[in-house]
């Protein structure tokens, strides 16, 4: 009798050792960029923390992976990215035939809005945007400036966390809907916001925002620099500064890292002002709100840059713009 009891009990124990943790596991998650990582965690919700791989560098193409970041990678049951062509970093990982990194690149969501990238510093003409030269296979993928590029991706990663742990599909689903709601209203009150502003023309320093002004419709006529490694000419920068002063170019925007000094030059004696917006919310903490800040800052930058007092100033991108609202009730 005492022996079939201890059996029992053994046996119960056995199967409670193999099926707790296994209910209890939690998704082992990785993303790679800040705006990437604040939409997973959303959508994750209390069921894990979201690892973030670049945490610090201003370029997805310099960032260089430590064997630390590695390891989290291969031993992650998924990672989330935007395209190895921007987070070129992750390249030789999610490429490797023997590591077999699970991995979900958000560019390839479903009804994405892709532009591709605009080769020319100039592409104001009189009649209409100068769309020459571009070569269609070469996307533009900063997708996540447009918040409706950032519901399509809410929705891939929704579905991908769902099929790795269908238990606690309904708190993914529920979390991404409430995302969902919250980024159709930014994007309204915010094309509310910019409204006044759609018809005055900005230069960009760094060409990284055309999705942002494609969702608001604003109107930009030129780069300073298309790429981050290539410094602007003698030439190129007269020719902006003759733009600036024909157009009554009203903004220009420099990104963090950017040269002040050099937009300067492009206002010239114009009334012009300066602002500094982030892409990649450097300065801001990592988290479920990110990206809604993100944006709220873009947005606040811009209207500050054009309605401001006629001066260079420079907005610490680091402090979160007022306008945010409350986090959602994640599960």
């Known amino acids: 009798m005492i022996n079939r009891l201890y059996r029992a009990l053994l046996i119960s124990g056995l199967f409670l050792a193999f099926t707790l943790p296994a209910q209890a596991r939690q998704l082992d998650v990785v993303a790679?960029?800040?705006?990437?990582?604040?939409?997973?965690?959303?959508?994750?919700?209390?069921?894990?923390?979201?690892?973030?791989?670049?945490?610090?560098?201003?370029?997805?193409?310099?960032?260089?992976?430590?064997?630390s970041h590695i390891r989290k990678v291969v031993n992650a049951d998924v990672l989330f990215y935007v395209d190895s062509k921007l987070e070129t970093f992750l390249t030789g990982i999610i490429d490797n035939d023997q590591q077999k990194v699970k991995s979900v690149a958000?560019?390839?969501?479903?009804?994405?809005?892709?532009?591709?990238?605009?080769?020319?510093?100039?592409?104001?003409?009189?009649?209409t945007e100068d769309h020459?030269?571009?070569?269609?296979?070469?996307?533009?993928?900063?997708?996540?400036?447009?918040?409706?590029?950032?519901?399509?991706?809410?929705?891939m990663i929704e579905e991908?966390?769902?099929?790795?742990?269908?238990?606690?599909?309904?708190?993914?689903?529920?979390?991404?809907?409430?995302?969902?709601?919250?980024?159709?209203?930014?994007?309204?009150?915010?094309?509310?916001?910019?409204?006044?502003?759609?018809?005055?023309?900005?230069?960009?320093?760094?060409?990284a925002f055309q999705y942002f002004e494609k969702a608001f419709s604003l109107y930009s006529v030129g780069a300073i620099q298309l790429n981050s490694d290539s410094p602007p000419s003698a030439s190129h920068l007269k020719a902006l500064k003759q733009i600036a002063k024909e157009k009554h170019v009203t903004c220009v925007l420099g990104t963090p890292g950017s040269h002040p000094r050099i937009a300067t030059v492009v206002m010239g004696d114009t009334s012009a002002n300066y602002g500094v917006v982030d892409p990649l919310g450097v300065y801001l903490e990592p988290g479920p709100s990110l990206y809604m800040e993100l944006i709220e800052e873009i947005a606040l930058t811009i209207e500050e840059c054009q309605?401001?007092?006629?001066?260079?100033?420079?907005?610490?991108?680091?402090?979160?713009?007022k306008k945010v609202p409350p986090a959602p009730d994640l599960q």
Do not use: C
């Open 32 to 67: 790679s960029i800040k705006p990437v990582h604040s939409l997973v965690q959303s959508v994750m919700g209390s069921r894990g923390e979201v690892t973030l791989l670049m945490d610090s560098s201003l370029d997805p193409h310099i960032f260089s992976m430590r064997p």
């Open 106 to 127: 958000l560019a390839k969501a479903r009804d994405l809005k892709l532009l591709p990238y605009r080769t020319s510093k100039i592409w104001f003409t009189e009649e």
């Open 132 to 155: 020459t030269g571009h070569d269609h296979e070469e996307m533009d993928l900063h997708i996540w400036l447009d918040p409706e590029n950032a519901i399509q991706m809410v929705r």
């Open 160 to 207: 991908t966390l769902s099929a790795l742990d269908p238990d606690h599909r309904v708190t993914y689903i529920r979390n991404s809907k409430l995302v969902i709601k919250r980024l159709y209203e930014l994007k309204d009150r915010l094309r509310q916001d910019l409204r006044p502003f759609r018809e005055k023309p900005i230069i960009i320093y760094h060409d």
């Open 307 to 321: 309605g401001g007092d006629h001066e260079i100033f420079d907005i610490n991108p680091g402090m979160p713009a």
